[in-house]
């Protein structure tokens, strides 16, 4: 995925109390501006504010002061500061994460983006293919349909995919621990994406699959994303919504057709009146 040119910086950023407590620590300046630097570079990355540099290697501390251009130091204290606070938070195999990316990127615009490039790039299919048509010259419309692909294939790449938006759901409401940073995950989201599934489709089924599978040792094990985003991801999408049942009280038909209980009770109050 391309890197995003901007990120969103709230004008009332330093009214907030996790920014003010780090004003008054040492190097605060030096703090604020690794945050900064930091935010930055989860845009270059842009992978749902995850900070890496590939998908198979996180940066390193060393990595960050050498980026960053800061004390290797003053960098740690940084991270562990962010940590502490909940700004960020790093993973077991030390992939890092800027906590509420979402409230450092426009979600609708880039929606709205998402949506333009799509037209965009169906206009200029059909151009191409009415120019194709009145030239008749097969040759060339060959080649046209080749770069035409290619574009397409660019123009996904700079989409916006709320990778982390449906894993961090999924982790909520099944109770997993995915990570939205995995080459599969990250496939199989891009797949139904591409197929222009919504945000809300994705929540639907993990919503259904959660209430129908949850609670059963056979079925809970395919909370997955392998399974969920799968290319079954439409048959899911469509089915009834499923309500878990109750645990049914324990009942019979004694000679009175009360509950058990009642009819326990029932003979209790009865015994030694005949």
Known sequence: MSEVKWIKLSTQMFEDEKIRLIE???????????????????????????????ENIPYTDEMLATIFNRPLNTVRLALQTFKDFGMIEIEQDNFVRVANWEKHQNTSSLEKIRKDTRERVAKHRENKRIEQKNSNVTCNGEVTDIELEEELEEEKEKEYIPFFEVIEYLNKIAGTKFRASSKKTKDLIKARWNEQYTLDDFKSVINKKTAEWKGNPEMEQYLRPITLFSPKFESYLNQAEVKKREPAKAQGTGEFGEDWQEAIERRKNSAGKF
């Open 24 to 54: 008054s620590m040492p190097e605060a300046d030096t703090i604020l501006i690794i945050w900064v630097k930091l935010l930055a570079q989860a845009g270059k990355t842009n992978a749902s504010g995850y900070i890496y540099l590939s």
